[in-house]
């Protein structure tokens, strides 16, 4: 099986490139060749895996437009089984530039038939936003991942962003399903935070991951230097937290034969 998970909510702040970065890491730990997708002109899950955006010269930008070819673009990155498309700034005048182009909701979804077939997952960080990049993503994906942060305005906009994955099953890609909600950002010792994880589990049930990401230093360190925190620190809690993570994945479409109550690892991680 080969997938392609779109990582997307148009709130800001709520861990997308974080949780890009660390799944795409994990999967590629657990020794599947994966893909990272960076669709954001702030270019940070590409500045986050060690690459320069500034030095970048070949991007999905170049992709998108028709410049280049996406095989052309792709970057191996330091750890085994990972690569990256990057992205650049110039990808904030995308969406004026293909806003007359035909089809113009689904020019990703052709770049990726290119290379679909030799990736087991390919994983797409989108913008904080709903534009035309955006529903490209959705267009060429076959789930998408919503990372709610565990504060008061979690489910704000929530809504919104259910609708446009209603309108893009719709009209544009009909296999598009919900991989899952992920709660990030959890702080156990907060009241606020388990009251907004029993929310979110009330009213999505199934689709909540049963992973939550906490609050770790360690999450915020590694893109510091340039790497997953599966890569900066094996043993830290946001390692445990996203290799989780991998492997709920893994086993919601039955790429493992791990048992439901063995998919989390009893480990003890340090901060």
Not at 21 to 38: G, Q
Not at 148 to 167: D, H, P
């Amino acid at each position: 099986m080969r997938k392609v998970i779109c990582i997307a909510n148009q709130k800001g702040g709520v861990g997308k490139t974080t949780t890009a970065i660390n799944l795409a890491a994990s999967l590629a730990v657990l020794e599947y060749k994966t893909l990272l997708i960076d669709a954001d002109p702030q270019a940070n899950s590409t500045s986050g895996l060690g690459t320069d955006p500034k030095k970048v010269k070949k991007s999905i930008y170049e992709c998108l437009i028709g410049e280049a070819k996406i095989k052309d673009c792709i970057i191996e990155t330091d750890t085994p089984n990972l690569y990256i498309l990057p992205s650049h700034l110039d990808l904030v005048g995308a969406e004026i530039e293909l806003i007359n182009h035909p089809d113009r909701e689904k020019i990703m979804k052709g770049v990726l038939d290119e290379i679909r077939k030799e990736y087991r997952f390919i994983i797409i960080d989108c913008s904080p936003s709903l534009g035309l990049i955006t529903v490209n993503a959705l267009s060429a994906a076959d789930s998408v991942l919503i990372p709610v942060q565990c504060e008061f305005f979690a489910l704000e906009g929530l809504g919104k962003l259910l609708n446009t994955i209603k309108i893009v099953q719709n009209r544009l890609n009909p296999v598009l399903n919900i991989e899952g909600i992920l709660l990030t950002m959890y702080d156990q010792r907060l009241n606020l935070c388990n009251e907004i994880v029993e929310q979110v589990q009330m009213h999505f049930q199934e689709l909540v991951f049963e992973t939550i990401i906490h609050r770790n230093t360690k999450l915020g360190e590694a893109p510091s230097v340039g790497k997953s925190v599966v890569m900066y620190d094996a043993d830290s809690k946001g390692a445990v937290n996203y290799l989780n993570l991998a492997r709920e994945i893994l086993q919601k479409n039955d790429l493992t034969k791990i048992k439901t109550k063995d998919k989390i690892l009893d480990l003890e991680p340090n901060e």
